[in-house]
């Protein structure tokens, strides 16, 4: 089976289709591109749902200065019917468009509107319907890294990504207010009521955290038991913690907010940051890849982000710490835009966490265990998804990851606790 994270380009990248949008882009008819090099952008593992591209270009002005600059081209698996047919039920593309063309620059503006010079998302070059493409700045040209996903996030890194998120939420928030019913629509989150096609994934992981449950003498039949009662109910208590409940403040979600769709930069002047994992202070951090973005409680993102990014320590003993930081973000940022509905006290907020807690289920058990796999010679889309034998080995495989086998170790009895594993109609 190809090699899906390395597919090639896509053939209409070329010099001829790049000069006119760099044109526009440039305010410069008479721009032409004298030199330009593609290679992919992500290695295999790191991105299961479309092909990132880095294109190096080298170009000449109309006042005869010569510029270089890099761009990130996302584009759809178009030459892969399989993954172009199971992404075309999430809608990812068009949303992803909707996001980086209409809605981000508002939300910019939104901020801009109080002052806060905060950016959030890199700067959109070109939106191309046609092909499903986002063409985008390139990041680490201005020095952002993406975290080692393998590690985690610090708790500088964690905190930085709650104040941007926080921002986030709360100018989605006050966007709809302002536009009404313009996110709303964007109802295809990873879980939701139009599509189970991530089916076959997250039911054939939870039979592999049953087993490897099964095996542990930590956890035993017991768990194992119950993790295959709940397979065939996954999916549906999945859309249940996507499904807004009553009393829920309400927003857009970035949707897919973990440790690779968060770019980080850091200060390379010498200053030292001793409680960073790296040492090295954090001066900024951007949110990417909003394919999933969907109009829902923020718990969502805070459950799929704690249970993804961080540290098994953090998610034991530090959550609360971590939901009031964001939440003093988000309350701060609502009153200062003068939001009109109700802004969630922090208890209250925290009653909407464990209302959706599920997701903190189905985020660790296996999106975790997918998300920081090691293992990446069989790790392409379609082993995900399919049902062979191939796929259940590569599912397996994942519960052979240490991190992993730890995680489940400490939060299966936590999540029993919670009667979150238990099956009720």
């Not at 209409?102 to 998302?121: N, R, S, Y």
């Not at 989605?172 to 536009?179: D, I, Q, Y």
């Not at 109700?342 to 999106?367: D, K, N, T, W």
Request: glycine share 4%; hydrophobic share 35%.
């Amino acid at each position: 089976m190809k090699d899906i994270e390395y597919q090639a380009a896509p053939l209409w990248l070329t010099t001829e289709y790049l000069e006119p949008i760099l044109r526009k882009y440039k305010n410069d008819e008479g721009l032409f591109i004298t030199k330009m090099d593609i290679k992919p952008a992500t290695k295999k593992g790191d991105n299961y749902a479309s092909v990132m591209t880095r294109i190096s270009v080298d170009f000449v002005l109309s006042s005869k200065e010569t510029e270089h600059a890099s761009y990130i081209v996302k584009t759809s698996h178009e030459s892969d019917p399989f993954i172009s047919d199971i992404m075309s039920q999430y809608d990812i593309y068009n949303t992803e468009m909707l996001m980086y063309q209409q809605v981000l620059p508002k939300l910019t503006e939104l901020l801009k509107e109080i002052g806060d010079k905060d950016k959030l998302f890199a700067d959109t070059i070109y939106v191309d319907y046609e092909h499903s493409a986002i063409i985008f700045e390139d990041l680490s040209v201005l020095k952002f890294v993406t975290p080692d996903r393998l590690v985690g996030m610090d708790e500088a890194q964690t905190m930085l990504t709650l104040k941007k998120l926080a921002k986030m939420h709360a100018t989605a928030a006050v966007l709809n207010e302002r536009m009404p019913g313009v996110l709303t629509k964007l109802q295809r989150g990873i879980f939701n009521r139009q599509t189970c096609g991530f089916a076959p994934f997250f039911e054939g992981v939870l039979e592999a955290c049953a087993d490897f449950a099964g095996e542990c003498t930590s956890l035993g039949s017991y768990y194992k038991n119950k993790l295959l009662k709940l397979k065939s109910y996954v999916m549906e208590y999945g859309m249940r913690a996507f499904d807004p409940h009553h009393g829920d403040f309400l927003t857009l979600n970035h949707g897919d907010v973990w440790t690779n769709n968060v770019m980080l930069r850091y200060d390379y002047s010498g200053s030292r940051d001793e409680q960073s994992a790296t040492g090295r202070v954090i001066k900024d951090i951007m949110l990417i890849d909003l394919q999933f973005s969907s109009w829902t409680s923020p718990a969502v993102d805070l459950h799929y982000f704690f249970q993804t990014s961080l540290p098994l320590e953090f998610k034991i003993h530090r959550e609360d710490e971590f939901v009031k930081y964001y939440h003093g973000f988000l309350s701060e940022t609502l009153l200062q835009l003068h939001y009109k509905g109700h802004i969630p006290s922090l208890h209250e907020f925290c009653v909407q966490m464990e209302s959706h807690r599920f997701y903190a289920v189905v985020s660790s058990l296996g999106c975790q265990a997918l998300l920081i796999n090691d293992k990446t010679d069989e790790a392409d889309f379609n082993t995900l998804m399919g049902s062979g034998e191939r796929s259940r080995k590569f599912r397996s495989l994942l519960y052979t990851n240490k991190r992993t086998q730890d995680n489940t170790i400490a939060l299966l009895p936590y999540f029993d606790r919670k009667g979150l594993l238990d099956v009720t109609e």
